[in-house]
């Protein structure tokens, strides 16, 4: 497996792979991988003839108060991951080399971002968006994998290749859980021994939701305020949001009467989790 700090040499190895008519599928990463990221990199294996995986700890999708500082790493668990997959190159640039002095351009998206996280991340997703393109830009995939986990993510890098003509196929990977339902975060390494219980609360929030329809209620409000009073009864939860919203849009709404998507924020001790579920009402 290559291992590559450059974009020079990454992008040469796509040139030279691309010359001889070979397909590549990214799946851009902020590393320490977990079951949900190897998921993505196993689609893609089969998706394309060579499979590279990007490890960058994004900066400018982090806002002032966040966890950049802290966010968890092991390069060399990562790295052995990777290689057993089959992975053909790993891209694991320098903040330095992605955004140098000069550097001063951001891509911002006019409506999705508008709702759910990007409502208390308000750079997050410009910051997503730019580093998105500019992974594009130097590895020239055909194909990119991005999780469901992160929902409106993926939303918006749909748009970003459909508004920006880029020419990449986005696929999407489900959702990967732990065992009791938890969905698989590499933020779950800050959790507390007595967290999870709170942590799990957001998976619980969405089996209640869909228990809820499948029984005829079709209100948005009277679940919301039920998953808030279920959320809330559990030790250190914050509640950022709760929204049951067009998949498509992301925009509010009232009533669930075709396929909605339910999507929460909720700070667990310090840690902000999100989890998501698209909820049928005629299942
Ligand atoms: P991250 O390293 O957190 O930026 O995530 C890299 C990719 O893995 C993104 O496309 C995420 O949506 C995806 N991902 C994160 N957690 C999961 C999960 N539990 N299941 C599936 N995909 C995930």
Redesign the pocket.
Known sequence: MNIFKTKEDISQFSDIKKRNSKTICL??????F????I??MEKGKKLCDELVVSLFVNPTQFGPNEDLDSYPMDIDRDLSIARKIGAAAVFMPDKADMYPNNFQTSISLSQLPGYLCGKSRPTHFAGVATVVAKLFNIVKPDVA??????FQ??KIIRQLTCDMDMNIKIVA?????EPDGI????RNAYLKEGQRESALSLYKSLEIAKEAVKNGELKAHIIKDKLKAFIESFDETQIDYISFCDPNTLKEVDSIEKTTLLALAVKVGTTRLIDNALIDPLQ
């Open positions: 799946v851009p990463t902020m590393g320490y977990h079951q949900g990221h998921s993505l994998v991005f999780g469901k986990k992160d993510q993926l990977g489900d959702i990967v859980r969905a698989m975060s590499s």
